[in-house]
């Protein structure tokens, strides 16, 4: 610090050195402060700068090292900008919010088609203790097994498409949610608690992808989060569950029909940012459990299974009475 304090005092060229650095800084903050008015025209650009915006932070270290190398008062001022926007977006995720009440516990998993040992897969996501479990991305060719292997701790359970519930408690009312595929990728079932009826819906958002000659493709994935937030937007139950891989984070302006009406249990009350793909190196929370109408305690990542995503859980309070 000696070394690259050393000779500031009385250089007047500490405010013209940097300007660049000031600029990029001064960009920096504007991409994270109206990352909502990036348009979606050309690529989807708005919605690939909000899946990864928190990556952006850090830039803030790499702009004030190097504001100290090039000995830049300017640079260094200018880099204080973009840190307060990134601590006024996700400074609250950097503590801990989780509690150690709630009457409900339950888990999403997308457990890839491709996953090599389904078995083991089950098993793992099973012994979390979840109360209601759901899996994505389910090959019919692997039902059986996946039955099998969790039918000693859910006694109830359905299987929609290439989604599926499983419950310890009673389930009712199972059906598809047309999510405009013209495949079956999302269900609902009504599951009768100790604490009374919750709907839970599963969903499997379309895929998206980063083409270069296409930027960030996504407008199967929109279409269906639209039809997804109608089906919850008329849902007469009063407390609401949804688990999935929606294939999009919270900041993701396209999800907006879901999210403006339901809860993040992570942003609620989870420890960090909760990311959840890809397993090998989690840079994206894309798995959500989401609620309307109950309290969400606690939620965390589960350990890494067979599947490229890591299966998120969460603890939510039921009886909201007292």
Same mark, same amino acid.
Request: hydrophobic share 45%; proline share 6%.
């Given at each position: 610090?000696?070394?690259?304090?050393?000779?500031?005092?009385?250089?007047?060229?500490?405010?013209?050195?940097?300007?660049?650095?000031?600029?990029? /800084?001064?960009? !920096?903050?504007? @991409?994270? %402060?109206?990352?909502?008015?990036?348009? +979606?025209?050309? &690529?989807? #650009?708005?919605?690939?700068?909000?899946?990864?915006?928190?990556?952006?932070?850090?830039?803030?270290?790499?702009?004030?090292?190097?504001?100290?190398?090039?000995?830049? /008062?300017?640079? !260094?001022?200018? @880099?204080? %900008?973009?840190?307060?926007?990134?601590? +006024?977006?996700? &400074?609250? #995720?950097?503590?801990?919010?989780?509690?150690?009440?709630?009457?409900?516990?339950?888990?999403?998993?997308?457990?890839?088609?491709?996953?090599?040992?389904?078995?083991?897969?089950?098993?793992?996501?099973?012994?979390?203790?979840?109360?209601?479990?759901?899996?994505?991305?389910?090959?019919?060719?692997?039902?059986?097994?996946?039955?099998?292997?969790?039918?000693?701790?859910?006694?109830?359970?359905?299987?929609?498409?290439?989604?599926?519930?499983?419950?310890?408690?009673?389930?009712?009312?199972?059906?598809?949610?047309?999510?405009?595929?013209?495949?079956?990728?999302?269900?609902?079932?009504?599951?009768?608690?100790?604490?009374?009826?919750?709907?839970?819906?599963?969903?499997?958002?379309?895929?998206?992808?980063?083409?270069?000659?296409?930027?960030?493709?996504?407008?199967?994935?929109?279409?269906?989060?639209?039809?997804?937030?109608?089906?919850?937007?008329?849902?007469?139950?009063?407390?609401?569950?949804?688990?999935?891989?929606?294939?999009?984070?919270?900041?993701?302006?396209?999800?907006?029909?879901?999210?403006?009406?339901?809860?993040?249990?992570?942003?609620?009350?989870?420890?960090?940012?909760?990311?959840?793909?890809?397993?090998?190196?989690?840079?994206?929370?894309?798995?959500?459990?989401?609620?309307?109408?109950?309290?969400?305690?606690?939620?965390?990542?589960?350990?890494?299974?067979?599947?490229?995503?890591?299966?998120?859980?969460?603890?939510?309070?039921?009886?909201?009475?007292?």
């Amino acid at each position: 610090m000696r070394r690259l304090f050393s000779g500031w005092r009385g250089d007047p060229r500490i405010w013209r050195r940097g300007i660049v650095l000031a600029v990029l /800084a001064l960009l !920096l903050a504007l @991409v994270m %402060l109206l990352h909502s008015h990036i348009s +979606n025209k050309v &690529g989807n #650009l708005g919605s690939l700068t909000e899946t990864f915006l928190p990556w952006l932070g850090l830039a803030v270290p790499v702009l004030l090292l190097l504001g100290l190398i090039r000995k830049s /008062a300017t640079a !260094l001022i200018a @880099v204080l %900008l973009p840190a307060i926007v990134w601590l +006024n977006l996700f &400074g609250g #995720l950097l503590t801990d919010k989780s509690g150690s009440g709630g009457d409900l516990m339950v888990a999403t998993h997308n457990v890839n088609a491709e996953n090599p040992d389904p078995p083991a897969t089950a098993r793992s996501v099973a012994s979390s203790g979840a109360e209601i479990l759901a899996l994505e991305e389910v090959p019919g060719s692997e039902v059986p097994v996946y039955e099998k292997a969790l039918a000693p701790t859910y006694q109830h359970h359905a299987v929609v498409g290439t989604v599926g519930l499983w419950s310890k408690y009673p389930m009712t009312d199972v059906q598809a949610v047309d999510i405009k595929l013209g495949w079956e990728r999302a269900m609902r079932a009504t599951v009768s608690t100790p604490k009374g009826q919750v709907a839970v819906y599963v969903a499997h958002m379309p895929s998206v992808r980063v083409k270069v000659e296409a930027g960030f493709t996504a407008r199967q994935r929109d279409t269906s989060a639209d039809a997804l937030g109608e089906a919850i937007a008329e849902e007469p139950l009063k407390r609401v569950v949804l688990l999935g891989d929606l294939n999009g984070t919270m900041n993701d302006r396209s999800l907006n029909g879901v999210t403006s009406q339901m809860r993040s249990t992570q942003g609620a009350a989870g420890s960090g940012f909760g990311f959840s793909w890809p397993a090998s190196f989690p840079m994206a929370r894309i798995d959500q459990i989401m609620v309307r109408g109950v309290e969400p305690e606690s939620s965390w990542t589960l350990p890494r299974t067979g599947s490229d995503h890591l299966p998120v859980a969460a603890r939510v309070k039921l009886d909201t009475s007292s």
